[in-house]
């Protein structure tokens, strides 16, 4: 290894390399550095790039069927910032399997008119393109009627948000809800795709709903 001065430099993928290419199957590695002036430590990668969150949420089951393995799900969790992609695949893969639905559907609902359910890749660049350019076609500093007291009169309430951009971003984006099959016990999604809740306002208390449809 040739260093470039003082600093920090992760050696991860070689060692796992050597690992590889040793073909242990079990046991341990010990990686040892010979020189005083230096010194091996263990740390989170703080390089990674994180476009999407995971949320803790609380689980409330609404409705279960008698006939068959059907069910209503709603997960209620907290968002934290404007734009947030809340990556929930992990979540509706275990509702899934918990289910035990061979043939079947699982539907994503959001109640909520500035958030969106969109399937895409989770991946840093992509993540904040969207962000760049949502901001580009809905400008956060424009002019919205809907956010105007003055003239608006409809669907009032004392805690108004001034989030008549988020309105507009929802609608263009136009994806309250998606649905997957379940085919042969397996939730059916791309390679890349995962299931996406887009928080489009501020900092909410929202509410998913997961609802499990079983064809058998």
């Not at 999407?52 to 209503?72: G, I, M, P, R, Y």
């Not at 959001?110 to 991946?123: D, G, L, Q």
Request: glycine share 6%; net charge negative; aromatic share 8%.
């Amino acid at each position: 290894l040739r260093t470039k001065g003082k600093g920090t430099y992760e050696i991860t993928d070689s060692v796992n390399d050597a690992l590889r290419e040793s073909g242990l199957q079990e046991g341990l590695i010990s990686v040892f550095v010979q020189h005083t002036s230096c010194s091996l430590i263990l740390m989170e990668n703080n390089k990674q790039r994180l476009g999407a969150q995971t949320l803790d949420f609380e689980q409330v089951e609404l409705f279960k069927s008698q006939n068959n393995k059907s069910e209503t799900i709603a997960l209620h969790f907290d968002t934290e910032d404007t734009n947030q992609f809340c990556d929930f695949t992990e979540a509706v893969l275990e509702i899934v399997s918990k289910s035990g639905i061979k043939h079947g559907s699982v539907n994503l609902f959001t109640p909520h008119t500035t958030t969106a359910v969109v399937i895409n890749e989770s991946e840093t660049g992509f993540i904040n393109d969207f962000k760049k350019k949502i901001e580009e076609l809905v400008p956060s500093d424009s002019y919205y009627e809907h956010d105007d007291w003055d003239l608006r009169t409809e669907n009032m309430q004392e805690d108004e948000n001034v989030n008549g951009r988020s309105h507009v971003r929802g609608t263009i984006i136009g994806s309250s809800g998606v649905t997957l099959p379940i085919i042969n016990s397996e939730l059916i999604i791309g390679r890349w795709q995962r299931l996406f809740f887009v928080e489009l306002d501020c900092a909410r208390s929202r509410r998913l709903f997961v609802q499990t449809q079983d064809l058998n």
